[in-house]
């Protein structure tokens, strides 16, 4: 089929859906970073920075050496973290400081933009099977990404922000299974505490808590279930996963397991230890993989645990409408409504997409014409995997895995590089951030952290936390 052939298709079923159903409009602080390395100045060999007060002023704040002073950090710490994966540093003990211009921005950006989230779910469940192949989603999800339930639309998501200027790009929304949960909810106040800086995530963790009991008692009532057994999972190997699904259940006093543990018997239920399993709760655990799980004797028990939740004999966190929306090619979506003004999108909506959303498109086409640098990213993708740069058709950069390389890819507009310094366990690096942004409920603006790449390199696994504060002092 051709580009336009499949063009007419999609808007044609576009065109057929919405008018089928009208939808209701309803630092360490000598490795702070100020706003784009404003403020920094190199104070020695050893690497260390200031930060620039308000007065203009250079205020030094630690001689300590910086490998001693960040294990001595994160071993005080009193719940389990990873601060080194695979014996590399992940966790930095740097603090970066944005304005509060920006940080109003990104709050400002997330309650634009969550409408245009839920409107597109609406939309995209009354399409045909072929038009969400043509999206992407794998065949065997198509039924179970229809569902609605009682549960929230998305528990907790996390949008990837960049910026031009002071404006918020969104680059992607990982709905499904985002991680960064306990970087930001909880690792980020105690490193604000450790250098007397403003806390900007203070009292999210407590909203976190909150949002994800009224997830599970959304799930309760789908479930018909007075004391039904509830389990968060997660793949045990995984240090990372494991130790957030830890946290998480923690937080909402529930018991966890490791995923490997989990016995499915097609047509009755999910068990575990003996026990049905009534809700399941796997923030770390992608649908688009369980779609794919096979077990070694060639079961599909993907499909096996998709049919389960079809069947109502299990009910699972993030709700299906999670896995709806981390489709990157949503994005492309909303770009294609916006140009053509239809009306499924108030003007409001379209305001928002054009504003904080960059350009993006079904087809390299469409980027090629412009000359214009753009990403090439799987819908699916994640960690920066085999994620390109490109002018036309030259690739200037591209990530060195490929694991997803086979899989429908989005072009999407470039945004600049957001360039700072950090000070590492291997010294001091220029490189950029990415700035990751919670929301819960998919209504409120939440946790706000980032994400290091040495240079101006493509984010992926190898990325670096590093808390957020603002540029305002305590009081």
């Given at each position: 089929?051709?580009?336009?052939?499949?063009?007419?298709?999609?808007?044609?079923?576009?065109?057929?859906?919405?008018?089928?159903?009208?939808?209701?409009?309803?630092?360490?602080?000598?490795?702070?970073?100020?706003?784009?390395?404003?403020?920094?100045?190199?104070?020695?060999?050893?690497?260390?920075?200031?930060?620039?007060?308000?007065?203009?002023?250079?205020?030094?704040?630690?001689?300590?050496?910086?490998?001693?002073?960040?294990?001595?950090?994160?071993?005080?710490?009193?719940?389990?973290?990873?601060?080194?994966?695979?014996?590399?540093?992940?966790?930095?003990?740097?603090?970066?400081?944005?304005?509060?211009?920006?940080?109003?921005?990104?709050?400002?950006?997330?309650?634009?933009?969550?409408?245009?989230?839920?409107?597109?779910?609406?939309?995209?469940?009354?399409?045909?099977?072929?038009?969400?192949?043509?999206?992407?989603?794998?065949?065997?999800?198509?039924?179970?990404?229809?569902?609605?339930?009682?549960?929230?639309?998305?528990?907790?998501?996390?949008?990837?922000?960049?910026?031009?200027?002071?404006?918020?790009?969104?680059?992607?929304?990982?709905?499904?299974?985002?991680?960064?949960?306990?970087?930001?909810?909880?690792?980020?106040?105690?490193?604000?505490?450790?250098?007397?800086?403003?806390?900007?995530?203070?009292?999210?963790?407590?909203?976190?808590?909150?949002?994800?009991?009224?997830?599970?008692?959304?799930?309760?009532?789908?479930?018909?279930?007075?004391?039904?057994?509830?389990?968060?999972?997660?793949?045990?190997?995984?240090?990372?996963?494991?130790?957030?699904?830890?946290?998480?259940?923690?937080?909402?006093?529930?018991?966890?397991?490791?995923?490997?543990?989990?016995?499915?018997?097609?047509?009755?239920?999910?068990?575990?230890?003996?026990?049905?399993?009534?809700?399941?709760?796997?923030?770390?655990?992608?649908?688009?993989?369980?779609?794919?799980?096979?077990?070694?004797?060639?079961?599909?028990?993907?499909?096996?645990?998709?049919?389960?939740?079809?069947?109502?004999?299990?009910?699972?966190?993030?709700?299906?409408?999670?896995?709806?929306?981390?489709?990157?090619?949503?994005?492309?979506?909303?770009?294609?409504?916006?140009?053509?003004?239809?009306?499924?999108?108030?003007?409001?909506?379209?305001?928002?997409?054009?504003?904080?959303?960059?350009?993006?498109?079904?087809?390299?086409?469409?980027?090629?014409?412009?000359?214009?640098?753009?990403?090439?990213?799987?819908?699916?993708?994640?960690?920066?995997?085999?994620?390109?740069l490109l002018t036309g058709k030259e690739v200037l950069v591209s990530a060195p895995e490929t694991d997803f390389q086979r899989m429908p890819q989005l072009c999407q507009e470039y945004v600049p590089s957001y360039m700072t310094t950090i000070e590492t366990n291997d010294g001091v690096k220029n490189g950029n951030l990415v700035f990751g942004a919670f929301v819960l409920g998919l209504e409120h603006p939440s946790?706000?952290?980032?994400?290091?790449?040495?240079?101006?390199?493509?984010?992926?696994?190898?990325?670096?936390?590093?808390?957020?504060?603002?540029?305002?002092?305590?009081?």
């Amino acid at each position: 089929m051709s580009r336009s052939q499949k063009v007419q298709r999609l808007k044609a079923s576009l065109a057929h859906s919405v008018q089928a159903h009208e939808v209701q409009d309803s630092v360490r602080l000598d490795s702070v970073a100020v706003d784009n390395q404003q403020g920094l100045e190199n104070a020695s060999s050893q690497g260390h920075f200031y930060l620039k007060g308000d007065d203009g002023k250079m205020e030094k704040t630690s001689e300590n050496n910086y490998t001693e002073e960040r294990t001595d950090f994160y071993n005080g710490l009193t719940t389990p973290f990873w601060a080194d994966l695979d014996n590399v540093e992940y966790a930095t003990l740097n603090v970066h400081a944005l304005s509060q211009k920006k940080l109003h921005a990104i709050e400002e950006a997330i309650l634009a933009i969550t409408p245009v989230f839920k409107r597109t779910a609406e939309l995209v469940r009354l399409l045909p099977d072929e038009m969400l192949i043509q999206l992407g989603y794998p065949q065997e999800t198509l039924s179970y990404l229809k569902l609605q339930k009682n549960v929230m639309e998305n528990t907790i998501g996390r949008f990837d922000v960049m910026f031009d200027g002071d404006t918020p790009k969104i680059i992607e929304f990982n709905a499904d299974t985002p991680t960064f949960i306990k970087e930001l909810f909880h690792i980020s106040g105690e490193l604000s505490s450790h250098f007397s800086v403003q806390n900007i995530n203070k009292g999210e963790e407590k909203m976190l808590k909150n949002y994800m009991e009224k997830a599970i008692e959304g799930a309760i009532q789908d479930s018909g279930k007075q004391a039904p057994h509830i389990l968060f999972v997660a793949n045990q190997p995984s240090k990372e996963d494991y130790l957030t699904i830890q946290y998480l259940a923690n937080l909402v006093d529930c018991p966890y397991a490791p995923i490997e543990e989990l016995e499915i018997v097609p047509g009755v239920g999910l068990f575990h230890d003996g026990r049905q399993v009534d809700i399941l709760y796997r923030q770390t655990w992608a649908m688009e993989i369980i779609a794919q799980e096979v077990s070694p004797e060639g079961e599909r028990i993907g499909h096996q645990l998709i049919e389960l939740i079809e069947q109502k004999l299990l009910e699972v966190i993030n709700p299906p409408a999670s896995f709806l929306l981390q489709n990157k090619m949503l994005l492309a979506l909303m770009w294609q409504l916006t140009e053509e003004d239809n009306p499924v999108y108030t003007s409001e909506m379209k305001e928002a997409i054009k504003r904080y959303i960059p350009k993006s498109y079904f087809f390299e086409e469409d980027m090629e014409d412009t000359n214009a640098p753009y990403i090439q990213k799987p819908i699916f993708g994640r960690e920066g995997n085999s994620v390109s740069l490109l002018t036309g058709k030259e690739v200037l950069v591209s990530a060195p895995e490929t694991d997803f390389q086979r899989m429908p890819q989005l072009c999407q507009e470039y945004v600049p590089s957001y360039m700072t310094t950090i000070e590492t366990n291997d010294g001091v690096k220029n490189g950029n951030l990415v700035f990751g942004a919670f929301v819960l409920g998919l209504e409120h603006p939440s946790a706000i952290g980032a994400r290091f790449t040495a240079g101006e390199g493509i984010t992926g696994n190898n990325a670096l936390f590093v808390a957020v504060t603002s540029e305002e002092r305590p009081l």
